[in-house]
């Protein structure tokens, strides 16, 4: 088993370097990620994609998908989520498996005010019928941090805003409530 595991993760930092050298080390370093996750995985058949454009790696299996990197909100995304004017991703990622998603969000928001903008962002969604369950709100020097768990439409929603004069982040975490 040991063995398996550091094959590959060999396999994968030499794909992984293979895709910085074009379309050919790209495709040679997918095929290579694939044929290893296949070899060590129980999912069947695994397809492994690398967005250039977006920064990001996407892997798809008949157990689930999961997406990292991109520097865009993932496809479903929950579209009564705000996104505040201006925002831009600096990363996202999202897990699915079966009926269950995980997805995490961070961008930054140019210009905002930590305060405003996590007052807006609850009672948004607050609007769109999520209840809040839990708060937290933190001041130490210039940084702010707001953070609030929201629950509704199937949906368990973490998000904390922190902020300094400089630089305001928002980060959207968000798991599908478990049916039990």
Known sequence: ???????????????????????????????????????GASAGEVDIEFDE?????????SEGSFQVGSQELPEDFPADFPIPDGAEVVTSMSFNEGDQTNQSVIMTVPGADADALA???????????????????QEAGDTQTHSATLEGNGLTVNIIVAGTPDEVTLNYTVQSATTE
């Open 119 to 137: 007052s807006d962002v609850v009672a948004q969604l607050e609007g769109s019928g999520y209840e809040k369950t839990g708060e937290f709100n």
């Open 53 to 61: 454009e977006g920064g990001g790696i996407s892997v798809e299996s």
């Open 1 to 39: 088993m040991r063995t398996r595991r550091l094959s590959l993760a060999i396999t994968l930092t030499c794909a992984v370097a293979l895709a910085g050298c074009g379309a050919v080390g790209e495709e040679l370093a997918e095929r290579a990620i694939e044929e290893a996750v296949e070899a």
